[in-house]
């Protein structure tokens, strides 16, 4: 056998040589904006059709008033006025609501940059029901992370405990509600108003006071984080299947199975609404579920 070492061989690129991961000279254009469908600007123009015409009409009808009598013309002015004006009013609260929730985002991303997590932090604080102790502590603090680790144990672990509180009581209505109704439809009807109550109780308690359609919206954030905040509560869902689907369990249980089922939803169902309203990720608000 040959006992001669081999030295190992470095090959030496040309640095007049092309690259091969060569980067883009210009970065790809960015993805045009989507049109809007049959579908909304079918709903645009039901709206413009039935706001414009119901104006036309109120305004027809006010003036036919007015060539009757003068008192009469008056008082439907002021009738209509006051109707449009509370009309107006619920537009300004819904658009109020849902700017409140779009300013969410916004908040996660001040409280994840540097420069602007106290003032942020500051803001959201002046923003919930409750005044926080923690307010003072958060002016006096100079480190970022000193800032979310005051929120993190301060009031958004107070958040969550109380949400927790809301998602148990609306559990124990669901049990009852649904062991005690004999159809399965208006299970789910019950069920379903339940949820979306909890979802705005939930709502309110961080200071968001959404409207209907700041509700539906909150609603889809909620089924969008609801998969960070189930991962945990899989194994006890499946457990609880399990036990429940057993023929001698499900036949001493009887109805209180399902009921079961959907009670457990709804403590998962108030988390994911609590992870949707705080500022702070899951990751990053202390939820280890």
């Known amino acids: 056998m040959n006992d001669e070492r081999v030295a190992p061989r470095i090959a030496v690129l040309d640095p007049a040589g092309g690259r091969l991961d060569a980067p883009l000279e210009e970065a790809p254009p960015p993805l045009p904006r ?22 036309l009409g109120i305004a027809d009808f006010v003036a036919d008033q007015f060539a009757r009598a003068a008192l009469l013309g008056w008082a439907t002015l002021a009738v209509a006025a006051a109707g449009a004006g509370l009309i107006g009013l619920g537009v300004v609260r819904e658009m109020r609501g849902l700017s409140r929730l779009a300013g969410v985002e916004r908040l ?36 970022p992370d000193s800032v979310r680790a005051l ?26 509600l649904t062991a005690a109704t004999p159809a399965p439809a208006l299970d789910a009807a ?27 919206a909150l609603v889809r954030r909620t089924l969008a984080s609801a998969a960070t905040v189930a991962a945990a ?19 001493l249980a009887g109805d209180a199975a399902g009921a079961s089922v959907a009670a457990r939803r709804m403590v998962v169902l108030g988390r994911a609404a609590a992870a949707a309203c705080l500022p702070l990720p899951p990751g ?3 939820d280890g579920r």
């Open 233 to 251: 509560s899989l194994a006890a869902d499946t457990v609880m299947r399990a036990a429940l689907s057993t023929p001698l369990l499900a036949h």
């Open 34 to 55: 989507p049109r809007a469908g049959l579908l909304g600007l079918g709903l645009a123009g039901t709206g413009v059709l039935a706001v414009g015409l119901s104006g």
């Open 284 to 286: 990053q608000a202390g």
């Open 108 to 143: 996660r991303r001040r409280l994840a940059a540097p420069a602007t997590v106290r003032q942020a932090a500051l803001d959201w604080l002046a923003t919930l029901p409750a005044p926080d102790p923690v307010a003072a502590a958060v002016r006096a603090a100079n480190d």
């Open 151 to 176: 929120l993190r144990d301060g009031p958004v672990a107070r958040l969550r405990s109380d949400a927790e509180a809301l998602g148990r009581r609306a559990a124990l209505d669901v049990f009852a």
């Open 190 to 216: 019950l069920v379903t108003w339940r949820g979306l109550r909890l979802v705005r109780q939930i709502a309110e308690l961080h200071g968001l006071r959404p409207g209907l359609f700041g509700t539906i």
